[in-house]
C-alpha cells in the first residue's frame, strides 16, 4: 500500500534534469532518435533539460506533477492541453524535416478538447501499490479543472502493463500510431491512441 506521507507539488526549473532523465527512458527511444547528436557533445537528455529549463509550451516544468515521500520522487505525470501536441515550426527549423518527419505521426497525435498524457511514470519501488491509478486519476482531475472532455495519451503496443492499466481504467484505443522506421525495430507493432471520455463519469 501506499504511505500516508505522500506529497504533490509541481515541478520548478531545479526538476529539469530529473524531468529530462524520466521523459527520456519512458519515451522508449523517441527522445534519443529526436534529440541525439542534435548539437555537438550534447545528450539528448542534456538537451531535452535544456528544454525544461527554458520552460516553454508545452516542456515547462510546471505541467509535471510529482508525487514524493519523504525527499523521494515515487512517480510523475506530465501533462498538458493536447492543443499543443504538434510539431513547432522551431524544432523542425532546428532538427530538419528528415529527422521530425518520421516522428509526425506520434508527435501530432492528438485528441480534441483532451488533456494530453505525455509521461506518466512510476518508480520501482512504487510499482505495484496503485500510484499508476493515483497518477492517472489526478490526470481526470486536472482535465476536467480545465474544462476538457477526455484524456489522451500514447503507449506503445509492446508495453504490456501499461496497455493493461490504460484498459482496466477505462481507456478505450482510439487508433494506431506507427512507429519511425528507426525504432521499427525496437517497436515493430507501433503504438496505441488510448482516450478516456470524462463526459459521463463527471455528470
Known sequence: ????????RRGTADDAAFLAHIVNIVSEGVTEALLGNALP???AEKAL?????RGEAPYAPENVL????EGRVLGLLFSYDAVLQKVPAVMTGFLGEK???PFRPLLEASVSDALWV????VSEEARGLGLGTLLLNLAEDTALEQGKTAVALH???DNAGGMR??????FVRQGEIPSAPVLSDRHPQGGVLWVKRLSESAS
Do not use: I, Q
Not at 510529482?66 to 515521500?69: H, P, R
Not at 492499466?165 to 477505462?170: A, V
Open 49 to 53: 533539460e535544456m528544454v525544461f529549463r
Open 155 to 157: 503507449c506503445f503496443a
Open 1 to 8: 500500500m501506499l504511505g500516508e506521507n505522500l506529497e504533490l
Open 41 to 43: 557533445g550534447l545528450s
Open 165 to 170: 492499466l490504460y484498459e482496466k481504467f477505462g
Open 66 to 69: 510529482l508525487v514524493e515521500e
Open 118 to 121: 505525455n509521461t506518466l511514470w
Open 99 to 101: 529527422r521530425v518527419g
